[in-house]
């Protein structure tokens, strides 16, 4: 095992005048092993839908118990239904299974080659071919580096501008050089993701001529951020606390007026407040040297869930918390983004003003939140873990 | 008494409003935005300095607002009145 993490993010866009997407990207992880799975079901709309979800389903799930890929593809030809019109089950898909952060494992059917970029630069690898129940699946095993970056593409990607800006539609030779002259060390896998996807939609000139998916995933260091929310249950426990979060490695950010207010005593530094509203919903930012990031509670964590759902939800290209200059999108950037490690300090006094019945909160919401939001954290690939004082 | 009422000139007058969340929900924004105004409509941003403040403990049926020490519980509708009684008066 090595320090490194993988990242990882996706993009589909739907085809143009269809609500469901034919395209289905799925990320699991087992016992040290990555898994992405990116299947494109035959057709468009609902029914492409169907045999995309339940293709990445199973290969996702059989993938991270460890089974085969003969056992994989045997289970997909014998399951998928049939499409009325063509007489065949029919769904392609790659599977990527990155194995204690180095051994990749590639398996290919009839998707497009997947791009492999090292250090930014295209980085060439062998595939094999075989026969699995009659259909012919490449596969490739090589060695990863930190920084490494797998691109994983449906082929509405490389047809991408097909007949209008290119002949043949954008072809992998320059979606390669699409990436390499866009490639910065610290742009995320869902950047990249999305960047790619962005300039498939204005090649299809925002009107996709075909489901077009982008996954990927990305090699990178460990980077840890730590946050602090609401005050001990007894002043008793608030040195233990404190001492606890300061210890820690990473960015540091404190929730909360109270919990922020004994920081800075702490620390032994002046806790302002402005009254500079960057967002008119969200209470303005504290300003706590010593800290990263200093805001209010229970109102910008609820905004900072309703970001996490929608960067899990995959399906938009520009996303409202990359700029923002409140403090749900600060946290966003902090959290989402460059953490793969997230460690929770959750005090569990109780604030009486939060069972005010004029308030609409629901009871202990400090603890709801955070629930809620380590589950989407985990979703996004993150090790979270929390303690409580 | 010359010097007083020179010093008086130069009172001061601090009024914060807490921009915690109970506050937050009862509608800090609109009585922050609405001191702005009045602020500004009557020429004493020289002479009353607006902030924010953190919970103080006295959440309840309000926005709090503190006037040179005193705090206030207000809704976002009565910033008018305050201002009138508390600041206007006294500056």
Redesign the interface.
């Known amino acids: 095992m090595n320090d490194l993490c993988i990242d990882s993010g996706y993009i589909s866009l739907i085809k143009a005048g269809e609500q469901l997407c034919g395209d289905r990207v799925v990320f699991a992880a087992d016992d040290g092993t990555a898994i992405c799975v990116l299947a494109d079901g035959l057709g468009s709309g609902v029914k492409a839908n169907i045999l995309a979800t339940l293709t990445s389903q199973i290969l996702a799930t059989m993938s991270a118990g460890g089974m085969s890929v003969e056992e994989c593809v045997n289970t997909i030809v014998r399951t998928l239904p049939e499409c009325s019109v063509r007489k065949i089950a029919y769904s392609t898909f790659t599977i990527v299974k990155i194995r204690d952060q180095r051994y990749v494992e590639l398996t290919r059917f009839d998707n497009p080659h997947t791009v492999v970029l090292r250090d930014g630069r295209n980085f060439d690898f062998a595939y094999a071919p075989r026969m699995i129940e009659g259909k012919k699946i490449y596969e490739s095993k090589f060695e990863a580096q930190e920084n490494d970056v797998l691109v994983v593409m449906s082929d509405g990607a490389i047809y991408a501008g097909i007949g209008e800006e290119y002949a043949f539609g954008w072809e992998r030779e320059n979606i390669i050089r699409f990436l390499e002259a866009h490639y910065s060390p610290d742009l995320t896998a869902k950047q990249i993701a999305r960047m790619l996807a962005s300039e498939c939609n204005r090649l299809y000139h925002g009107r996709p001529g075909d489901d077009t998916s982008v996954a990927v995933m990305r090699l990178c260091r460990r980077r840890t951020a730590n946050m602090m929310i609401g005050p001990p249950s007894s002043r008793g426990l608030d040195n233990l606390m404190l001492g606890e979060f300061f210890a820690q490695t990473g960015t540091r950010i404190v929730c ?3 919990t ?2 004994i920081a800075a005593r702490y620390l032994g530094s002046e ?5 500079d ?1 960057a967002d ?1 919903d ?3 930012i ?1 300003n706590l040297p010593g800290v990263d990031l200093a805001t ?4 910008t964590i609820s905004r900072v869930l309703e970001y996490a759902d929608e960067y899990l939800s995959g399906t938009r290209l520009s996303a409202s918390w990359e700029k923002g200059r409140d403090g749900a999108s600060r946290i966003a950037r902090e959290l989402f983004d460059p953490a793969t490690d997230i460690n929770f300090f959750v005090g569990c006094a109780m604030n ?3 069972q ?1 019945p ?4 629901a009871f202990g919401v400090k603890f709801q939140l955070i629930d809620r939001r380590s589950k989407s954290l985990e979703q996004m690939g993150k090790r979270v873990s929390v303690r409580y004082y | 008494m010359h010097l007083q009422s020179i010093g008086k000139e130069m009172i001061y007058m601090k009024v914060t409003i807490c921009v915690g969340s109970t506050c937050h929900l009862l509608g800090s924004k609109r009585v922050v935005d609405r001191f702005k105004e009045l602020v500004a409509e009557h020429n004493l941003s020289d002479k009353v300095e607006l902030g924010g403040k953190f919970c103080m403990g006295h959440c309840g049926e309000g926005v709090c607002v503190t006037i040179d020490g005193t705090t206030h519980s207000i809704a976002p509708e009565a910033v008018d009145e305050l201002f009138n009684k508390e600041v206007l008066t006294k500056v």
């Open positions: 909360g007026g109270t922020n207010k806790l302002t407040a402005s009254l509203y008119s969200l209470p303005p504290y209010e509670a229970v109102v009486p003003a939060h005010n004029k308030l609409s909160l």
